[in-house]
Each structure stands twice: as structure tokens, then as C-alpha cells.
């Protein structure tokens, strides 16, 4: 069920988790206060007994109310399967082995290449109707499986198409920066200079991502070859991001900062001297606790010394068919406690107000305040600790997204006038 509300509406007899700063507590928790809509907006936040009785009224009953949530870092539109590599790993394979296999992220490049428009499509909007129903509101989409200007421009466009199809905010990042592909192979410098000078310069001219992105490691792109792409972005005035410190301390991290970028994202070598470069420029500290536990890393992030430099840290599911085949925000917040000790307040800040500052978008979401988008989520649950700590059970009762409603499980609990 989907309905559009264009009347000032009040949501009454809920337990709003405002998640907003200036309100007393680690939730910014209001009891006995109104959520009032109108249209796609949150009109404010007022005490239930100063509500004017003609206005039309949707009683909670008692129910949880978060932000909507924000998966800030997803690689989601990809053609083509890989647990085949997987069990390659599990029955000794090295990544070498893989990769000579026709393996790694070039498997993906070679299905994402042949795949149609529509096969890319239906294969995205499948994974994003699983999110919805977790009460997602906001996806950061990547591209960085087409690796030449044909293929990632069909991966932006599918992108583009899936806006007009679901009810969500999705955000467009171009990563034509992911690998270097296999026509360019052992040629990574000329690769990036065919990204710096003709793929992100046309697709930019054309509208299609509102960000960049680089893999910056050993693998991948070192930093002087990552600067170039920096620069070229600020040239363009394209906001930057990247995937940092994920298998070394190649020090992205701290050059992103430099660049005032939006988001480091992976940091399990950062240093203290990259922390002190995110905080002063800053910059959200991404985690994505999945990709670890499925490539059973050892080394954490440092979660201590973000928490001491006051960087902001945001979660994400990082969502892709290599190194993290996991669609479940609710699951990567409980790895992000389980794993990397993080609070649950700080892991519902990380998939509401700082994932929205991730993405720039902390003046319009991530938290339940005057003026942001009516994105909010309805949960049968009493403390918000209870959404992360058993991700797969089915409480969601409404998602509100620009004013739009849904409903998931148990709505005859439920008033729906």
C-alpha cells in the first residue's frame, strides 16, 4: 500500500527518536510530543496537547519512530553471481587463483557489460524493494562495474531510471575509479587518465552522479594517481569521496581531506594522522563492518581515535556481489557493535544523521526536525536497541518516505486513519 499525503497530518502517541543533537539524550528521545507532516516535509515537532483538534490525526499507539534509514555506501546495480568464488576461497584458492579463473571484480565487469538496461533493472529494484522493507529511505548508489565510458554511463542511467520506479532518494556516485580493467591492464596510470579526461568529465556534463569516488590501494590506484582525480574533480566542482585504508595505510584518507572530501570509507589501517585530517576537514568516517567479517579481516578500525577527534561516523552495508553480499542495513548496525564496538546510538547515528552527512544531505534527513523530508520509519519495538540487536526480526510497521507511506508487518495494531 502506497499513498501520497498532501494534507498537514499529526502523528500522535509515538516515541520519537529525533536522533537530533540539540535534544537531551544519546537518541534525542520525545515522548508525548507530535510528528506533524505536510506533503514531503516535516512541518515540526510539538507537544501533543498544543495540537490544533481539526487537523487529521494517525494515532501510533505507542510505536518506536526513527529517521528513515540512509545506506550511504552501496555498489547495488551489477550483473552476475560470485559464490562461485567464494567457495573457491573456502577450498584454498588464492586470490591469484581467482583472478587467472576469470575471477574478482573483472567477472563482474565482463556480466554488468553484457547485461541490457533491463536486465540491470529488474535485478536493482529487487534489491532496493529488500531494503525499502527495512526501512530504508535513502541508498547511495556506485557505479564501478562498466570501467569504460559505454558501461558506466548505462550503470548511471539505470540508476537515473530507478528513481521514476521506487519510492526512495538514491544517490549517484560515479566509480569509474573501482580497478583498472582488463584492457588497461598493467596501463593503471593511462586508465586514469582516460577516467580524469573523458569518463567523468562527459558523464558530469551530462548530470548523471552527484559525487566521485576512488579506490585508493595497492591493488587499485596509488595516491598520486587518486590526487590526479581529486584535483580533476575540484576542477569540475564534483564532491569527492573514497575507499581508504581497507588493506594498508596508504594515507587517502588524509589527501581526501584535503580536498574537503565527503566521505573515507573502509579505514580498518587508518592512523591517528588520518583521523586528525578527517576531524579538521570534516570529513564521515564510513564503516562497513560486512566487507569485514566476510573477507575475515583482523585488523579494526579505530574506533577510539574517531570517537576522541570527534569525526562522525556513519554504517553502511556496502553492498556488492565480491566482498559483500549482505542487503541488510539492520545486520551491518549489529556488526558494527558486535565487531567494532560501536554503541547503538552511534550505529543508528551512522544509518540516520551521519550517513545524511555522507552524502550531503544533512540539511534535509537523517533526523526528525523542522524543515527535513518526512522520512521516517514506524517500528513495533519499545528502545531503539532493539531494531539492531535482532536484525532479521520483522518490525517494521510503516516507512514514510517524502511523505509517502507504506505498510510491513502487523498494521492491524495499528490505527491507519
Request: with cysteine; hydrophobic share 40%; aromatic share 8%.
Amino acid at each position: 500500500m502506497n499513498a501520497a499525503n498532501t494534507e498537514t497530518r499529526a502523528w500522535i502517541n509515538g516515541k520519537l527518536v529525533s536522533m537530533d543533537p540539540s535534544v537531551d539524550g544519546e537518541y534525542g528521545l520525545l515522548e508525548g510530543y507530535a510528528l506533524l507532516t505536510e506533503g514531503g516535509l516535516i512541518k515540526g515537532v510539538f507537544p501533543e496537547e498544543t495540537l490544533n483538534p481539526a487537523l487529521k490525526v494517525t494515532d501510533l499507539r505507542g510505536a518506536l519512530v526513527t529517521p528513515g534509514f540512509i545506506d550511504c555506501h552501496t555498489h547495488l546495480v551489477f550483473a552476475g553471481k560470485r559464490a562461485h568464488e567464494w567457495e573457491m576461497r573456502l577450498n584454498g584458492a588464492s586470490y591469484e587463483d581467482i583472478a587467472a579463473a576469470g575471477g574478482g571484480i573483472q567477472s563482474t565487469v565482463n556480466a554488468s557489460r553484457a547485461a541490457s538496461f533491463e536486465e540491470l533493472r529488474s535485478a536493482a529494484m529487487k534489491r532496493l524493494e529488500a531494503m525499502a522493507g527495512e526501512g530504508v529511505c535513502t541508498v547511495e548508489i556506485k557505479s564501478g562495474y562498466g570501467l569504460d565510458l559505454e558501461t558506466e554511463r548505462k550503470l548511471l542511467l539505470v540508476i537515473k531510471s530507478l528513481r521514476e520506479g521506487c519510492n526512495m532518494d538514491l544517490a549517484a556516485t560515479l566509480l569509474a575509479a573501482h580497478s583498472v580493467p582488463a584492457e588497461f591492464s598493467g596501463r593503471a596510470a593511462a586508465y586514469m587518465d582516460e577516467v580524469c579526461g573523458r569518463i567523468m568529465p562527459e558523464l558530469w556534463k551530462e548530470g548523471l552522479f552527484e559525487a566521485a569516488d576512488v579506490f585508493c590501494e595497492n591493488v587499485a590506484f596509488d595516491v598520486p594517481m587518486t590526487e590526479k582525480l581529486f584535483r580533476r574533480a575540484a576542477e569540475l566542482g564534483i564532491p569527492v569521496k573514497g575507499h581508504n585504508e581497507q588493506m594498508s595505510n596508504t594515507g587517502g584518507s588524509a589527501l581526501l581531506a584535503r580536498y574537503h572530501g565527503l566521505s573515507s570509507d573502509h579505514l580498518e589501517n587508518l592512523d591517528e594522522r588520518g583521523v586528525k585530517a578527517l576531524s579538521e576537514a570534516g570529513t564521515v568516517a564510513v564503516l562497513l563492518p560486512a566487507a569485514f567479517y566476510f573477507l575475515k579481516c583482523t585488523r579494526k578500525p579505530p574506533v577510539e581515535l574517531l570517537r576522541k577527534h570527534d569525526v562522525p561516523i556513519a554504517v553502511a552495508t556496502d553492498y556488492n556481489p565480491g566482498t559483500s553480499p549482505f542487503i541488510s542495513l539492520r545486520l551491518a548496525m549489529n556488526m558494527a557493535c558486535t565487531l567494532f564496538g560501536l554503541k547503538p546510538a552511534e550505529a543508528l547515528a551512522g544509518v540516520t544523521r551521519n550517513a545524511a552527512r555522507a552524502l550531503g544531505r544533512q540539511d534535509c534527513c537523517g533526523m526528525l526536525k523542522s524543515g527535513f523530508r518526512a522520512d521516517f520509519d514506524v517500528w513495533d519495538a519499545e528502545k531503539p536497541a532493539e531494531i539492531i540487536y535482532e536484525p532479521e526480526a520483522k518490525l517494521l510497521l510503516r516507512r514514510v518516505c517524502r511523505g509517502r507511506e507504506e505498510f510491513y508487518t502487523h498494521i492491524q495494531k495499528m490505527s491507519q486513519e
